[in-house]
């Protein structure tokens, strides 16, 4: 079945460090992919995503690749501020009529000052 | 203007209770969800609806009982609360396709539900 892993956190960063967040998915065909960042006490947001292979989604300095050959989605940033400590959440969702969406376990990032 | 919402935000109550947690969304999509989020933020899906038909029942138990009015609207009923029902509940939109390309999910805020 269908299916997405991400590296167990916490990550604890210093501000302006560069980060990743691992991220590969187990589907046939071409999921769609999803990054959602949740911010303490509040509910899921889309940060970015990507429907085909090689693209890339980005969003607020946040990048991430749609790599086919990896089956991996990893998310990216350059320098990360205070402000990005949340959990961040890889979701996958397949084909039409199967309404549902696969989530990954969630990394919660903390970025130190 | 909020785009999914839902009430109450938070919720306590004894062991044994019936609650319900209501969710409307203004955004015209025609799918809904309801998703349980532990206290380690796992994110786990427990019913859809398309266009007020339950398309998604999780493995969840018949104390659970979702309800969709209309399409804009999707309330979960809740019997018989147990201790383990503590956790945070998230409701959910989309607008479904017919292609290979799916849209992505909006999120209410959540509901923290605590039962003592």
């Known amino acids: 079945g269908n299916s997405v892993t991400q590296m167990e956190g916490p990550v604890t960063l210093s501000e302006e460090a560069f980060l990743t967040i691992n991220c590969t998915y187990t589907?046939?065909?071409?999921?769609?992919l999803f990054w959602y960042v949740q911010y303490p006490g509040e509910g899921l947001q889309l940060l970015l995503k990507?429907?085909?292979?090689?693209d890339k989604g980005s969003n607020k300095g946040f990048e991430a690749t749609y790599r086919k050959e990896t089956t991996s989605f990893h998310l990216e940033k350059g320098s990360v501020q205070v402000s990005d400590s949340a959990v961040y959440f890889c979701?996958?969702?397949?084909?039409?009529?199967?309404?549902?969406?696969?989530f990954g376990t969630g990394t919660r990032l903390k970025v130190l000052a | 203007d909020t785009a999914v919402s839902q009430t109450p935000k938070y919720l306590v109550t004894q062991m044994g209770n019936d609650k319900s947690i209501k969710c409307e969304q203004n955004?015209?999509?025609?799918?809904m969800y309801w998703y349980k989020q532990d206290s380690k933020k796992f994110l786990k899906i427990m019913f859809s609806?398309?266009?007020?038909?339950?398309?998604i029942n999780e493995t969840v138990p018949n104390r659970f009982s979702p309800k969709s009015p209309d399409k804009a609207h999707l309330n979960l009923h809740i019997n018989s609360l147990e201790l383990g029902d503590s956790a945070v509940y998230f409701c959910?939109?989309?607008?479904?396709?017919?292609?290979?390309?799916?849209?992505?999910?909006?999120f209410g805020p959540g509901t923290r539900l605590t039962v003592l």
């Open positions: 959910a939109s989309s607008q479904e396709t017919s292609g290979r390309v799916r849209n992505e999910q909006f």
């Open positions: 589907a046939t065909g071409y999921p769609s």
């Open positions: 990507a429907t085909k292979a090689d």
């Open positions: 979701a996958l969702s397949k084909g039409s009529g199967t309404y549902k969406y696969i």
């Open positions: 955004l015209g999509h025609d799918t």
């Open positions: 609806y398309n266009n007020k038909e339950l398309i």
